[in-house]
């Protein structure tokens, strides 16, 4: 366990940007996703359409839904779309183990063929997860489509899940895909989350993370993060993520709304968050108060505030330091004063 968890009791990390399932936070409208996917796969449906803006949470839920099939579903997961279609046919036979699949195109699609009516003889499903589905160009998406050709007279051996962002709509709704777009047999589209949904998002991935004090982002530092990110998670994650820093580098347990201006400033600015003259003026009060330094001598520090901009670097190395000593700080800091 690194340091920075220990600090705040937690046992993981709660806000990482990978799509990890066991960190599923099932607000209403990722519910009825999932419902809506699991729904469609089951009841072999064909074409299912998932979108929502980048980060609300498709690849998560794709995942999720993965984890949920049981044993007599096998699965393709393609994520890499830029693809042009032999190439994702390759892909996708790999993927579903079709060993030996020849090597013309028409070679491969009669070997995906006959994988997918065994499979559904044996009363097995078969699910392909195309990923970042916006990116296929039309001819992909057209060749996709004529792979939903594989059925019985009675319905679809192969069901197929288009996920990507609303630019996929877009694309939909071109004349040449019109096809394409009869099929889809089922939608749905995430939302971002509100204002309350965003604030048992940040409380859910605490709990699973091992928190043991599910406030520790206070009700107004919440309110900031929902009216930042949009309720986008992806984004709530890099915030609450940045505020875990900045808090245990100020060694703040509870994160404010000031703590979450600090982030957002420093996520708006790209860029790895340094110590600035006045936050190294308050780490100087705290430690002065801690250490039990004579009011006089904060005094003096708070005076020295120019000075300390002008020597950053020695104070960076000195907080660098959790070591450093009493005896170390008034040297520095009368050094300071005497130059
Ligand atoms: N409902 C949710 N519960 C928990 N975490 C979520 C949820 N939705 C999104 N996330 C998190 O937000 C981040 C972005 O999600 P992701 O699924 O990659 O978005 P998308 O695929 O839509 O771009 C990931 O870290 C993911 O775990
Ligand atoms: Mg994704």
Known sequence: MSLDLAFFGLQQKPFNSTPDPRFLYPSPGHREGLAHLLYGVQEHKGFILLTGEVGTGKTTLLRALLSRLDG?????????????????????????????????????????NNFLIERRRAGQNTVLVLDEAQNLDLRALEQIRLLSNFETDTDKLLQILL??????????????????????????????????????YIRTRLRIAGARDLGLFSDPAIMRIAEYSGGIPRLINTVCDHCLVIGYADQIRRIDGKVVEEAIEY?????????????????????????????????????????????????????????????????????????
């Open 72 to 112: 007599h579903t096998a699965s393709a997961f393609v994520f890499d779309t830029t693809l042009p279609f032999e190439g994702l046919l390759e892909y996708i036979l790999e993927d579903f183990g079709i060993a030996k699949s020849g090597v013309s195109h028409a070679q491969r699609l009669i070997a995906l």
């Open 163 to 200: 996920v990507g962002q609303p630019e996929l709509l877009d694309k939909l709704n071109r004349p040449e895909l019109r096809q394409l777009k009869q099929r889809i047999s089922l939608r749905c589209h995430i939302l971002p989350l509100t204002p309350a949904e965003t604030r048992e």
């Open 267 to 339: 996520f708006e600015r790209g860029e790895q968050r340094s110590p600035k003259p006045q936050r190294l003026l308050s780490r100087w009060r705290r430690l002065a108060v801690r250490w039990g330094l004579p009011a006089a001598g904060a005094l003096v520090l708070g005076g020295a505030a120019s000075l300390m901009t002008a020597h950053r670097d020695d104070l960076r190395q000195l907080f660098d330091h959790s070591a450093a000593t009493l005896a170390g700080l008034a040297h520095v800091a009368s050094s300071l004063l005497r130059q």
